[in-house]
Each structure stands twice: as structure tokens, then as C-alpha cells.
């Protein structure tokens, strides 16, 4: 769940975009009506961004270098590195004030909202930037996965192939923002 990432490419949109782009994870199908209008853009740019981002040549290529065992998984684990790289390199956090607040004060689809009010409580979007936390995180979804945790088995990877990964975020992050930013 790379929650700041689509905060940041989100930020210059309304409060209810932003909401949008924050929960779209948790909305199924293609039918935005119950949603107000501006929630519904916000859902659609995440999805947009999403597709972007898993077909970038930068993510391919980290994708590639994952353990065959766990490519089906590595998109996710890859989107979480990168609000790691985010979140440590943020320097003004004023946007995860605004996320926090326009995430505190609705509720979120079903699929999240037993893990919204801890991700507030726990500040996981500054905790990104401790790569431990986000390992953590990685595994701690993993395990919310049936079947082995193929999440869990990626740290490895991550931790032996982290300056790589670092390359691959610092020419995939000024692309799709250049391009998706809101």
C-alpha cells in the first residue's frame, strides 16, 4: 500500500480527491456512482497512477531482479520501498498531516477501515522512512494473504538489493510525477 505516494501525486487536487486517491485500494469494480464526483476522479487517478507505475520500465526492471519464487508479489512490495524512499527523503510532512486529517475524518471502505485508525495511530507514513518499519509492514501484509508469505520471503531481496532499488525510485519518481501529478 503506497499511501504516500498517491498523497503526494494527489496533493494539488480538493480534499475529497485526495480521499479518493487515499482509499481507492479498498473500492472494488467499475462503478464510481455511489461515490461523489470528486472521490470517484480521486479513485480513478489512483488507478491510473497504479497502471502507470506497474508498467514503468524502472519497475520492470526491479520486478525482474526479484526472486522468481516472488514476482507475482514484488509490485507490492516494491510500491511499499518506494514510499520508504518518499517518506525518507520527505523533509516537509505536511502533506501526511493533511492525509491523516482528511483520512481521520471519514469513513473508509469496509476493506480498510479496521486498518486506517492504525495506520493514524501508528504514523506509518512517517515510519516509512525506517526501513525496518517498512520491512515489517511488507511482512505484516503478507501475513494478512493466504497461503505461504510470499511478502515475507521478499525482505531478503529488498535488503541485498536496496541501493539498486534506490537507483530504479530516483528515475521512476520525477517521471510519473512530471506526469501524474495533481
Not at 514510499?83 to 502533506?95: K, Q
Amino acid at each position: 500500500m503506497n499511501f504516500l505516494a498517491h498523497a503526494l501525486l494527489a496533493k494539488g487536487g480538493s480534499d475529497d480527491f485526495l480521499f479518493g486517491n487515499l482509499i481507492a485500494d479498498g473500492v472494488k469494480g467499475s462503478d464510481l456512482s455511489a461515490w461523489p464526483d470528486e472521490i470517484a476522479l480521486g479513485i480513478r487517478h489512483h488507478r491510473r497512477v497504479d497502471a502507470t507505475v506497474d508498467m514503468h520500465p524502472e519497475v520492470l526492471t526491479a520486478r525482474a531482479r526479484a526472486p522468481r519464487n516472488g514476482r507475482r508479489f514484488a509490485g507490492v512490495a516494491l510500491d511499499m520501498v518506494w514510499d520508504h524512499f518518499l517518506s525518507r527523503d520527505l523533509g516537509d510532512d505536511t502533506i501526511i498531516e493533511r492525509s491523516y486529517r482528511v483520512l481521520g475524518r471519514r469513513q473508509a471502505p469496509a476493506r480498510l477501515s479496521g486498518m486506517v485508525p492504525v495506520m493514524l495511530a501508528q504514523d506509518w507514513l512517517r515510519g516509512y522512512a525506517d526501513f525496518d518499519f517498512t520491512c515489517n509492514a511488507v511482512a505484516g501484509l503478507g501475513r494478512r494473504l493466504s497461503g505461504p508469505n510470499r511478502l515475507a520471503e521478499l525482505i531478503p531481496w529488498l535488503e541485498d538489493d536496496y541501493a539498486a532499488l534506490e537507483e530504479n525510485f530516483h528515475r521512476l519518481w520525477p517521471d510519473i510525477s512530471a506526469r501524474l501529478m495533481r
